[in-house]
């Protein structure tokens, strides 16, 4: 290997030093704009992380800078403490699911499976052995003999996933592995993996840009927008606290109001509407006072007329619609200069008073709303 | 069981059976539909495609000549059981029609076929039918045999009575070198006039020689152009079709010019100062191996190109994440899902280089010429179409057995001609 001296000096094999660290990688293809800028990230061993953006983000980009097919412009990967710049792709041992699964369509499942293993000249014993142990684990033992254009969609989906695993790779990346399942087979894959990442304990690096997917799975999620990682946390954090407009737009439903901020003050600030109202809000990336500001607050966290007594803000507002969805109402309404502020109002007898139409008041506590970058 | 679900039963008994008269019915319709659809293709296939081949394979055995002039003669032999000399009758027959034909110049066509047999037969049988006397003097048998002794030889009624046979073996015989010798066992050929065999042996070797080469030369290019943006791809695809824009006869004509002693290529060797004297490029094989693989190259990239092109590259990708070096993801990911492209390849190239005529005519030597180079000289020179039509024949027979071991080996199914 051919590495600057920093790679050794590392302490390689310290049971807390991250397993996959991002430093200040850059990656351009045509040499004027960044994909990725300035990437900084740490993976803990045995993680499931989880690279979520919109199209065009760069998700792809970093992980096949891991997977060795992408060199990074500038910067350095490092993989258990070590520098893989230099470390062609089939010596990085990292198993990987692509897209469209990539299974060879010369060869049976048994084979596809057993490639790994022979490529690394494994006894043909061990690779029997092994062959079956990964059939089992993704419940698809009676197809080994079968061509991979001979299976369903989920069948191939399993068959690339087990043979991602079966050389016992350490690191394992998942491009978009369930984007050409339908809903219901994709929620049950979602937990699948998620139970095999569980039981294997391997490190699972996960790109996708279904947000539901990503909260549902992932121990962090990492959210790309313009090759720059906006916000990286744990699932509940991302949803509760998001730290930017971009954030609280991208992951769940959030209703936006724009305004101008009064003052800040012990992590409050206060905000006046377009419509001249004022709301007391949790300020979290506002500038100085008479900056524009956008307001998040989740549908959910509001609640309506009465049962609003004692919340940090009241503010009017008219039904615009009312949809019927059996537990609870969802009701769009125009509040201040939005027209599709979405509340959520657990079903109740007096629910039917929100009609269109219907004036009514919304009200949150300040924690429940955060003063964003403006938009 | 209640008697309800009984007739419920019987009720989707007939149902179906309605479904499936139904259905027939569509079937017919869209086979009908099919089968008008392919029509004008297969009768003109049928017309000008299968009708040809099996009159070269009936030529190749056909033995009409002396049947057809001399029909009594002809039946009076099928009936001599072929020992020793024939009886009186078929002498006589012989003699009227002989006098007959010489009356009315229909002797050409026999003394033809039988000189493929006895050489200087023409000579005889016109020598013996001028001034041929209307009545024997004695027996016809000795009539004959006076004119010419010939007549009076066991081994020229055994040639007699093969010539009169429905068909011959003959013009098959001689293209793989051997013959019938007078008590009718095939035998080889003298070795001075053995030289089919060697034809055959050097007109497949000369196409597999051509075939791998392309392969050679195509399959790198073939790799490179289906990994590059299709723009770019296809821009490079119109240059590797560009030969098929001028006729074979120019580019083979330009080889000639380029390949020559005093040719652009020599002199530009010798200017470089890697040779000292002029190579001999044309006019020998070496000519002809340029030529036609310059000919068939497209025929050998264009299959590959389109085999290659819907093989994705995440398939190499996935390999070398598994493990695998460049090269093994190569030869067991890559190089198998390309066998398709590679056998439709060789098969076209190495079948069309078997019927190879005009580059080797024009840029080979003595010594380079393919077996259509004889059936072209026995259809156009001596008009012997039983000799070009045999010599089809079996070139057509080994490539169809060819082509049934490629079926075997690779399976046709498999095929992708592009
Ligand atoms: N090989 C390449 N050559 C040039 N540009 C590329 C290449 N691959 C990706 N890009 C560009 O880099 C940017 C990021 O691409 P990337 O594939 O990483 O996005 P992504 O986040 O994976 O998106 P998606 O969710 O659509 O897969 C895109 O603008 C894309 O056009
Ligand atoms: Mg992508």
């Known amino acids: 290997m051919t590495q600057t001296d920093t790679s050794r000096s590392a302490g390689a094999s310290a049971p807390d030093s991250p397993h996959v660290e991002f430093k200040d990688v850059r990656k351009t293809y045509d040499g004027e704009t960044l994909v990725v800028k300035n990437l900084n990230l740490q993976i803990r061993r045995g993680e499931f992380l989880t690279l979520l953006g919109p199209s065009g983000s760069g998700k792809t980009t970093s992980l ?31 198993g990987m699911v692509f897209q469209n699964y990539a299974l060879f369509p010369h060869m049976t499942v048994a084979e ?5 293993l022979s490529v690394r000249k494994m006894p043909k014993a061990e690779i029997e052995d092994r062959v079956g142990k990964a059939l089992r684990m993704v419940h698809l033992e009676k197809f080994d003999a079968r061509r991979p254009a001979e299976l369903s969609g989920g069948q191939q989906q399993r068959v690339a996933l087990a043979r991602a695993l079966v050389f016992d790779p350490q690191l394992v990346l998942m491009d978009e592995p369930l984007g050409a399942l339908d809903k219901q087979l994709r929620e049950h894959m979602q937990l699948e993996i998620k139970h095999i990442h569980e039981s294997l304990g391997v490190t699972v690096v996960y790109v996708t840009h279904d947000q539901t997917e990503a909260l549902t799975m992932s121990d962090r999620i990492a959210v790309f927008n313009h090759g720059v990682i906006q916000q990286i946390d744990v699932p509940d954090r991302l949803y509760q606290q998001p730290c930017n407009s971009f954030v609280a737009n991208f992951i769940g439903e959030n209703n936006r109001l724009k305004g101008v901020v009064r003052d800040v003050a012990g992590g409050k600030c206060r905000v006046d509407l377009t419509n001249g109202e004022t709301v007391l809000a949790t300020a979290v990336a506002v500038g100085q006072a008479g900056e524009t500001t956008t307001l998040s607050v989740r549908p959910e966290r509001i609640v309506l007329d009465a049962a609003g007594v004692g919340r940090d803000n009241r503010l009017n507002a008219r039904v615009l619609e009312r949809i019927y969805l059996g537990d609870h109402l969802r009701l769009r309404l125009a509040v201040a200069d939005s027209d599709d502020f979405m509340v959520k109002v657990p079903f109740a007898d007096d629910a039917q008073v929100f009609q269109a139409g219907h004036a009514v008041s919304v009200c949150w506590a300040a924690e429940d709303c955060r003063a964003l970058d403006p938009v | 069981m209640t008697a309800s679900s009984l007739t419920g039963r019987s009720g989707a008994r007939i149902e179906s059976r309605n479904l499936k008269a139904q259905l027939r019915r569509t079937e017919r319709r869209r086979k009908l539909e099919a089968a008008a659809l392919v029509a004008p293709l297969l009768i003109f296939l049928a017309v000008f495609f299968l009708a040809p081949i099996v009159g070269m394979l009936i030529r190749s055995v056909e033995n009409s000549e002396l049947p057809t002039t001399m029909p009594e003669t002809a039946a009076a032999l099928r009936q001599w059981d072929g020992i020793d000399l024939p009886p009186e009758p078929v002498f006589a027959s012989f003699a009227r029609e002989l006098a007959a034909g010489q009356r009315d110049r229909t002797l050409a066509g026999v003394a033809k076929r039988l000189t493929y047999e006895v050489p200087n037969m023409r000579s005889v049988l016109f020598a013996t ?12 048998r000795d009539t004959l045999t006076a004119r010419d002794k010939t007549w009076g030889d066991p081994a020229t009624w055994a040639v007699m009575r093969r010539a009169a046979a429905p068909v011959t073996p003959l013009y098959m015989l001689a293209s793989v070198d051997r013959e019938m010798d007078a008590s009718g066992s095939i035998v080889k050929v003298a070795s001075d006039r053995a030289i089919y065999i060697d034809i055959f042996i050097r007109t497949f070797w000369m196409a597999a020689v051509v075939t791998v080469w392309c392969l050679v030369l195509g399959y790198p290019l073939a790799f490179k152009l289906a990994s590059l943006p299709p723009r770019v791809s296809n821009l490079l695809m119109i240059l590797v079709l560009l030969p098929f824009w001028t006729s074979i006869l120019v580019r083979t004509g330009a080889w000639v010019v380029l390949l020559q002693r005093e040719g652009p290529i020599n002199e530009a060797l010798q200017w470089v100062g890697l040779i000292s004297e002029p190579l001999q490029l044309v006019y020998n094989r070496v000519g002809v191996y340029v030529a036609m693989i310059h000919i068939l190259l497209p025929f050998m990239v264009l299959p590959l190109y389109s085999v290659m092109r819907g093989i994705s590259p995440a398939y190499m990708r996935a ?5 695998a070096t460049p090269f093994t993801a190569f030869r067991r990911v890559y190089l198998p899902q390309t066998i398709p492209g590679v056998g439709a390849g060789c098969l076209l190239v190495f079948i069309l280089g078997v019927g190879y005529y005009i580059t080797p005519a024009l840029v080979g030597g003595a010594g380079d010429q393919m077996v259509s180079y004889f059936v072209a000289f026995f259809t156009n020179q001596t008009i012997n179409w039983g000799m070009a039509a045999a010599l089809g024949s079996v070139l057509l027979i080994a490539t169809l057995l060819l082509y049934w071991v490629y079926a075997r080996l690779v399976g046709i199914d498999r095929m992708r001609m592009g």
């Open chain 1, 112 to 116: 596809n499976l057993a490639f790994p």
């Open chain 2, 129 to 140: 039918a001028r001034g041929l006397p209307e009545t024997p003097n004695g027996t016809w």
């Open chain 2, 319 to 323: 390999a070398t994440s598994l493990g």
């Open chain 1, 64 to 94: 096949m800078m891991l997977a060795g097919f992408e060199v990074p412009t500038s910067g350095d990967i490092r993989l258990a403490g070590r520098s893989i710049a230099g470390l062609p792709p089939h010596k990085r041992d990292i």
